[in-house]
T-cell receptor
Framework: GAVVSQHPSRVICKSGTSVKIECRSLDFQATTMFWYRQFPKQSLMLMATSNEGSKATYEQGVEKDKFLINHASLTLSTLTVTSAHPEDSSFYIC????????????FGPGTRLLVL | KQEVTQIPAALSVPEGENLVLNCSFTDSAIYNLQWFRQDPGKGLTSLLLIQSSQREQTSGRLNASLDKSSGRSTLYIAASQPGDSATYLCAVNSGNTPLVFGKGTRLSVIA
């Protein structure tokens, strides 16, 4: 149980385009979802926390107009990287929790984004 | 602000050795601590989760200990195998804030 999927697993796009990444909880209802970014050989950096039906809470330094997060249902959250640039190339990982921030998080397999 | 440090950053050992990975955290008021494994280009696989009231957790060849008062956790891997090669991440859950991750230990087990 507690499986989280992400789609796509890899995406290559041209600079200036927008890319949407989906995060789904397959067998539980995710009240809270988290989006992380990971640079090569670095740890995970939390970008934002989203609760179903409400606006996401962004970490300091993360542009909310650049990284649009939607958590419209208890099983789906999306991250849209708008007007992507090469510096947005990274590994994006989501996680989901059936409770609040203190509850166990289950991680997705990640999405590799390459912006040319 | 919680900070998590993992030592060493990288470790290379011959197959069959027992090894210890270290994790330290600055604020002992934690809810739980979790060890993850990450293979290159992949997501995170949860290995062990220790609640704040527990001292250790075991799963197969893995044993994780927690000393909350001193702000330390160790992950012990017995009889290491090449398949254990990966990055191991420690993450602290303080209950009212998001998970805080260490930078990880990159483990290579040489056949």
């Amino acid at each position: 149980g507690a499986v989280v999927s992400q789609h796509p697993s890899r995406v290559i796009c041209k600079s200036g385009t927008s890319v949407k990444i989906e995060c789904r909880s397959l067998d539980f209802q995710a009240t809270t979802m988290f989006w992380y970014r990971q640079f090569p050989k670095q740890s995970l950096m939390l970008m934002a926390t989203s609760n179903e039906g409400s606006k996401a809470t962004y970490e300091q330094g993360v542009e909310k107009d650049k990284f649009l997060i939607n958590h419209a249902s208890l099983t789906l959250s999306t991250l849209t990287v708008t007007s992507a640039h090469p510096e947005d190339s990274s590994f994006y990982i989501c996680s989901a929790s059936s409770g609040g921030i203190g509850e166990t998080q289950y991680f997705g397999p990640g999405t590799r984004l390459l912006v040319l | 602000k919680q900070e998590v440090t993992q030592i060493p950053a990288a470790l290379s050992v011959p197959e069959g050795e027992n090894l210890v990975l270290n994790c330290s955290f600055t604020d002992s008021a934690i809810y739980n601590l979790q060890w993850f494994r990450q293979d290159p280009g992949k997501g995170l696989t949860s290995l062990l989760l220790i609640q704040s009231s527990q001292r250790e957790q075991t799963s197969g060849r893995l044993n994780a200990s927690l000393d909350k008062s001193s702000g330390r956790s160790t992950l012990y891997i017995a009889a290491s195998q090449p398949g254990d090669s990966a990055t191991y991440l420690c993450a602290v859950n303080s209950g009212n804030t998001p998970l805080v991750f260490g930078k990880g230990t990159r483990l290579s087990v040489i056949a």
